[in-house]
């Protein structure tokens, strides 16, 4: 079956930096595209960011455009969040997820998700 392990969350200072990784399993990984979404308190689900199946195309939400990269590695079945500049309002849960596709988007359709890790943007 489909898994998808998020890692790399925790708390860090306005201005940080973390990397989030994410682990597949269950699937030709390098057969779809993945996003990266987040959850802030109280707050609906938001997209963040795509990239393609083989790792050509990416998208990001303007808030996060010029601080976050998106990478994959599918050799390994990773897909990685690297997060610079952090704010405050970075502060989430965040999640992986596979698309139905091979194509990133900015959609809000996602096949599966993980269980998420959580980023604290906090002094």
């Known amino acids: 079956q489909v898994q998808l392990v998020e890692s790399g969350g925790g708390l860090v200072q306005p201005g940080g930096s973390l990397r989030l990784s994410c682990t597949a399993s269950?699937?030709?990984?390098?057969?779809?595209?993945m996003s990266w979404v987040r959850q802030a308190p109280g707050k609906g689900l938001e997209w963040v960011s795509d990239?393609?199946?083989?790792?050509?195309?990416?998208y990001y939400v303007d808030s996060v455009k010029g601080r976050f990269t998106i990478s994959r590695d599918n050799a390994n079945k990773m897909l990685y969040l690297q997060m610079n500049m952090l704010k405050a309002e970075d502060t989430a849960v965040y999640y992986c997820?596979?698309?139905?596709?091979?194509?990133?988007?900015?959609?809000?359709?996602?096949?599966?998700r993980g269980q998420g890790t959580q980023v604290t943007v906090s002094s």
């Open positions: 269950g699937f030709i990984f390098r057969n779809y595209a």
């Open positions: 990239i393609s199946n083989g790792g050509v195309t990416t």
């Open positions: 997820a596979k698309r139905y596709t091979a194509a990133a988007n900015v959609y809000p359709s996602y096949e599966y």
